[in-house]
Structures are given as C-alpha cells and as structure tokens.
C-alpha cells in the first residue's frame, strides 16, 4: 500500500473559510524576452486554474490576472495588472490569491507590504506551494514578511551580478550597445560601417553639411530642401535589422553630430535614470544626460570611424557656442545686424544684445545694447549703439580684409557649389539605384511563380506593377529636381562667379544676399568678439 504526502496547500482546511471561496491567480513574468524563453514557467502560472478546480472552487469564480506579463515587480514601472489585484483585495472581491511564488506578486516593499495589509483588513488569504498564508496571523504576518525582504534582496543581487557583467564586458569595448545611424552589427558581434553606399554617403553629408552651414536647422532644411532620406536599421519587430528609409529631423541630426561613435569613440553610461523624471505608462522616460567627465566608459578607436576626433571636438564646441546663452555667440539668425553675439560691453565687458526698431519704410534699425544689468537687477542701461553706423565702419574693414584673396575665393566657392551637388546628385543616383532593384527583384519573384497557382501569382503582379510605379515617380521627380539644381555649373554661372569676385562691395549690397550670411564670414576671418564703447554720436 503506498502513501503520497499531500502538498501544503492540499491541506488548507484550517484556514480558508466559507467566504474563501472567489479565488484569484496572478501570473506573471519580468520581461517580454521571459515570455517567449521561459514558456514553461508561464504554464505552471496558468495551471493553477486547474488546481483551484480540483481543490473545489468553481472555474467560474476562479479570476485569472495576466495582464503583467512582460512587467517588472520591482517598483519602477507601473503594473496594471497588480494594480487591479490591489483593487479586486480591497473591494472584498477576493479570497485567496495564488500564485507560483511570492516573488511573482511584488518584488518592491512598499507594494509587497500594501498587499499585506490590505488582505489582513478583507480577510483574504495569500497561498503558493510552500503553504496558505493569513496576513491577519503574527506568524504568518512575519513569514510573509521575511519572503518579501528575500525577495527584495534577491532582485538587488541579481542586478548586482548582472550590472558587474555588463560594466565589464563595457570596459573591454565588447558590449553590444545600440548603434547610431550608419554602423551595423554582424552576427560575431563586430561592429562596422553600414555596408550600403546611400547610408554611408548621407551620414557624410551631414558632417559635411555641419562645416558648411554651421546650425543643425539649416543642415536639416537643406537635407529636406533635396529630398534626402535617412537609413535607418530597425531595432525591433518583424523587420528588425532591415533598413528603411525615414525623413531626417531636427532629433536625428542632432544625435549624429554629438555621437562619439562616429569618431570611433566606444562609450558606455552617457546617461542616467532619474526616477524623479518618470512618467507614467512611458517606460523609456527620466533619462538624464551625464557629463563628459562622468560618463562610465570612454575608449576611443574601437569603432570605425566617418569622421576624425578633431572634427568632432570641433562640432561639439559649434553646437555649444549656437546655444543661446549670454557666455557664448549663439546660432545664425535672420536680421541686417551684421555683428550679433559679437560685441562687447566696452564697460562692463558683458555681451551686447541686438534689439531691431522700425526705421523709414518699416525697414528693421538694429541697436546693439548693454542691458544686462537692466533685465536681470533692474538697473540702469549701460550703453547703446547705433547698428548702421558700427556695421559700416566693420564691413570697410572686412572688405580691406578680403580683397586680396577674391580670385581665390571665387574659385573657392565654385568648387564647393560643384562639390555639393556632386554629393546630392550621387545620393539621387544610389535612390534610383536602389529602386530599380526593388523593381528587378519583384519581376524575378513573379517569373518564378507557377503560373497555375494564381493565389500568389496576382500578388506578386501586384508587387511588380507597385515597385514599377514607385521607380516611375521616383524617375521623374529626379528629373525635376535636376532642372532646378543642375548637377554641373554651367559656363555662365562659372563667369559670374568670377565677375563677382572681382566687386566683393557689389555682391556685400546686393538685395540676393542673406541676412545669415556676414556674420560667419567675420567668424571665419579670426575674429570672435569685439570691444564697443560710446566715445561720440555719428550721423
């Protein structure tokens, strides 16, 4: 005759009573990854139902919350689905919770011990294959009480040994950390330039562009101005690794320019999370930028690299100096002032603010002004200038400056007009390029199917006749394109740039001449600020 030991929660009659009888099983896994790896574990969750029945509840009054599958319990993010244990405890809906183990209810605290209290004040009971529980007891009260603290603890060592892990395989360059635009990933874990040309020409072309045109919003306006895409290789879903193209933004160029990963620079911790910064239902939020200085890993020439550490230096600094901010000269903007951010307080030595009044005909006056100490104390106003008479008396000087160098800057500016839309027009090219075999593949995958099974052939016609269209349209928006920004200059417009060159004044006063455009152009020629004080009024 045999004998089988009946499991703790087999004997349970003691303890749950006539008005036990809703019963609850919470299931849960950490993460969506444990979902798919960790199949069985989910199963035994879900196999409490049954064992419920078997033990004389009704399947109707057995209540099954599954809705944290995916989330962690260690308090950091929100879970609907304890959420709603919580509320179905203290409506006094429940009267036993199950689970698999303890650790599937909360791993935080402050919510393992609201659950106590809240099944102590309804009478529900807590149950797992060690035994049932009554949080109402002392000494259940202290047991619960002592798996909570392990379960707590066991979370923090956990992410003790895997942070060690992490930080040390970061300090060898060999973490796998998310790679910005135009790198790639093989399958040994070696990271190299993204292997299509239109991906690799783009990113350059943004450095370039970044040299050029000095701000992140002209960069971007010029990428939206000719149609240039960003390639982009997915992170997740079913066409992870895949590259698609997206239009650029203000966000994506900005991250490229300040990302040491393009100067070969491997860096691990450049932010932390700020709890306080959370919000709610946005598991990715209260991420805060660290300093240089504080950042955890800094190797520099692991990655391959577009650019050299130099420019990249050189473009953190320009980025610093467009901010708005009284210490630096700030970004481009649209006005006739000719030295904004330029000036300074030949008193205070504080840097002179632009402030633009209506002169004749509605035209913008420009004063440049000391007004520190009246904005920020209320005080009185150190100093103003008349804009006009500073700007002339700067543009005699800057053109005395230049005029040597105007054939070569002639020369200069065609060969970089030739260049740039050399760069675009390949970009176009490699678009075209890559349309047709999108179109090409589509013909081969309809080729190939039997004509008899008709089902996939009229799909694969339709994919055909789509991938034939898009390489239409994309033909002849090229084409217009090229009639408005040919891709060679012509011998008048080579001639004109010369005659140009040679009246520097002329093209200085001419109407076609942006606002945008003098400042840099002092930049360039070595100086960063000027000194201005109100010795006498001009005319």
């Known amino acids: 005759m045999s004998t089988t030991t009946p499991a703790p929660w087999d004997r349970i009659d003691g303890k749950v009573q006539p008005w036990h009888r809703d019963r609850l099983v919470y299931v849960r896994q950490s993460t969506p990854q444990q979902v798919i790896d960790h199949a ?7 196999g409490l139902t049954q064992r419920a029945v078997d033990l004389g509840w009704a399947l109707s009054r057995v209540l099954v919350i599954d809705e944290d599958l995916g989330h962690s319990a260690s308090g950091v993010e929100d879970r609907p689905g304890f959420q709603r244990l919580v509320s ?40 797992d294959p060690d035994g049932v529980y009554d949080p109402a007891e002392h000494n259940d009260r202290m047991l619960l009480g002592l798996k909570g603290a392990i379960s707590e603890a066991e979370l923090h060592l956990i992410k003790q040994r895997m942070w060690n892990g992490r930080i040390g395989k970061a300090r060898r360059g060999e973490l796998a950390v998310p790679l910005p635009v135009g790198y790639r990933r093989r399958p040994d874990g070696q990271v190299v330039l993204d292997p299509n040309e239109q991906v690799q020409s783009v990113v350059r072309l943004v450095f370039d562009l970044f040299d050029e045109l000095a701000t992140i919003n002209a960069v971007l306006r010029f990428l939206v101005d000719h149609g240039i895409q960003m390639g982009i290789r997915a992170r997740e879903g079913p066409e992870r690794g895949e590259l698609v193209w997206r239009r650029p933004s203000r966000v994506g160029v900005q991250n490229m320019l300040r990302h040491p990963a393009y100067a070969g620079i491997y860096v691990y911790g450049r932010s932390r999370l700020d709890p306080r910064r959370r919000r709610a239902g946005r598991p990715f939020t209260g991420r805060v930028r660290r300093a240089r200085e504080d950042w955890l890993v800094y190797l520099p020439g692991v990655l391959p690299a577009y650019i050299g550490m130099e420019r990249h230096e050189r473009n953190l600094e320009r980025i610093e100096a467009n901010r708005a901010r009284a210490q630096s000269l ?23 603010v632009v402030r633009y009044q209506h002169g004749a005909g509605g035209k913008p006056w420009p004063i440049y002004e000391c007004s520190r100490a009246k904005s920020d104390y209320g005080g009185e106003l150190c100093q103003q200038l008349s804009g006009p008479c500073v700007d002339r008396y700067v543009t005699g000087l800057l053109m005395a400056a230049i005029a040597p160098a105007a054939l070569e800057v002639s020369l200069a500016a065609a060969e970089q007009a030739q260049l740039r839309r050399a760069e675009v027009d390949r970009i176009w090219r490699q678009r075209l390029e890559r349309a047709d075999y999108v179109a090409d593949r589509a013909r081969r995958q309809y080729q190939l199917a039997e004509p008899e099974n008709r089902l996939v052939v009229r799909q694969l016609e339709k994919d055909w006749e789509g991938a034939l269209a898009e390489r239409q349209q994309l033909g002849e928006e090229y084409d217009r394109f090229l009639a408005a920004r040919p891709r060679l200059l012509t011998a008048a417009e080579r001639e004109q740039i010369r005659t140009l060159a040679a009246d520097l004044p002329a093209i200085w006063q001419a109407p076609t001449t942006t606002d945008t455009g003098p400042s840099p152009l002092i930049v360039d020629t070595g100086c960063y600020a000027a000194e201005a004080s109100v010795v006498d009024r001009c005319s």
Do not use: F, K
């Open 330 to 352: 700030g970004a481009l903007r649209n006005g006739p002032a000719l030295l904004p951010g330029l000036v300074l307080c030949g008193r205070c030595d504080t840097r002179m």
């Open 88 to 127: 179905e405890v203290g409506l006094n809906h429940v009267g036993l919770v199950l689970g698999i183990e303890m650790s599937r209810l909360a791993r935080s605290g402050r919510e393992w011990h609201q659950l106590l209290e809240l099944c102590a004040l309804s009478g529900a009971l807590l149950a």
């Open 40 to 46: 069985e574990s989910t199963r035994l969750q879900y």
